[in-house]
Every structure is written in structure tokens, then in C-alpha cells.
């Protein structure tokens, strides 16, 4: 359960006890989508962390490790691509697979370009989802 604190600067950890699970963080600007992508990863049996923007995810990985990075590639201000970026630079060990409910090809290809290692479109199945996700982290 989340406080109003934690809620109010959109940084949640959704997650059950066991400390060997993997973290995701989710980055995702609708707060529906979001509550559904952490609760589809919580019920696989991962620690996931949120974030409503950039910034905040930005700090989050700055404080606490993630074993991978799913985010929407389009939101206001910054956007999954500048997400990309910036953690090529600063955690490039960190797997990122990005959201999209835009089917354009040259999206895919920039995405890929800059180091993403997947790219789902929108609307999702929640299978696609976690096959890719154990995809990723198996390696």
C-alpha cells in the first residue's frame, strides 16, 4: 500500500518480501496504465518500482538498483527515448524495453538504434509483457 507521500511525487515500490526477486522499474505517464503494468509484474513475482515522469525515474535509479527499465516512449516533456539515453550513459548494464502505442516503423528503429532491447506496442497482452520481460533477463 502507498502513502500519500509517496503517491504525491508518483515514486512507489509495488512488491512482496522475497529479496532475490528482480526490480522493474515501470515508467509510464497514466496512472491507470501504470497501476496495471506494476500490478501485472507484482503477480509475476517482481519488485517493481514506479514513476510518473523522467525525473522520477531518473532519481529512482540513482538511489536503487533495477534489474530492468519498462517504459512508455511517449509522455509529456521527456519521454521514454530521452529515458533510453540517458540511462545508456549513466547504468548501461540496465535492460530497457519500451512502450508504445504508435505503430511507426521508424520509432522501432531509432528505439533499437540507441540501445533498447525491445519495443511493445500498445494496447499490450499481459503475456507479452512478462515473456518478454524473462526473456530479457535470462539474457
Known sequence: ?????ERK??????????????????????????????????RSRFHVWTAASVPVAVDILRKTKVDL??????????????????IRKSHSEIPVVLLSAFGDEHLWVEALSAGAVDLIPKP???????????????G
Do not use: C, W, Y
Open 69 to 86: 527499465v519498462l517504459s512508455d516512449i511517449r509522455m509529456p516533456e521527456q519521454g521514454g527515448m530521452d529515458l533510453l539515453r540517458h
Open 1 to 5: 500500500m502507498t502513502s500519500g507521500a
Open 9 to 42: 511525487h508518483n515514486i512507489r515500490l509495488v512488491s512482496g518480501e522475497e529479496s532475490d526477486k528482480k526490480a522493474i522499474l515501470v515508467v509510464e505517464d497514466d496512472e491507470v496504465a501504470l497501476d496495471l503494468l506494476a500490478e501485472i509484474l507484482r
Open 124 to 138: 499490450f497482452r499481459k503475456q507479452e509483457i512478462i515473456d518478454v520481460i524473462n526473456k530479457t533477463l535470462a
